[in-house]
């Protein structure tokens, strides 16, 4: 039923900032915990943040200070700001429905100089 898409990602030069974005569409947007993961070649999936229907938030220790996950329930939309970028970010970023099978289809995000 639910659906997200991903998108905002593209190339980047180490230090700086993206934002990606995650609309979904089907079901009731409010209700549903959103996370992100990404996946760097040759590596896992590895997951990134969350953020529940009532704001609670999570994140993976190496972007703590870095990245900032949020929400706008009246657009269906949770973003991913990324600052201070690094090459190891580099990575396919998927969103989630969290801890369900529906994912978006990623979107690619390389940093590189």
């Known amino acids: 039923q639910a659906q997200v898409v991903e998108s905002g990602g593209g190339l980047v030069q180490p230090g700086g900032s993206l934002r990606l974005s995650c609309a979904a569409s089907?079901?009731?947007?409010?209700?549903?915990?959103i996370a992100w993961y990404r996946q760097a070649p040759g590596k896992q999936r590895e997951f990134v943040a969350y953020i529940t229907s009532g704001g609670t938030i999570n994140y993976v220790d190496f972007v703590k200070g870095r990245f900032t996950i949020s929400r706008d329930n009246a657009k269906n939309t949770v973003y991913l700001q990324m600052n201070s970028l690094k090459p190891e970010d580099t990575a396919v970023y998927y969103c989630?429905?969290?801890?369900?099978?529906?994912w978006g289809q990623g979107t690619q995000v390389t940093v590189s100089s």
């Open positions: 089907g079901g009731t947007f409010s209700t549903y915990a």
């Open positions: 989630n429905v969290f801890l369900t099978d529906y």
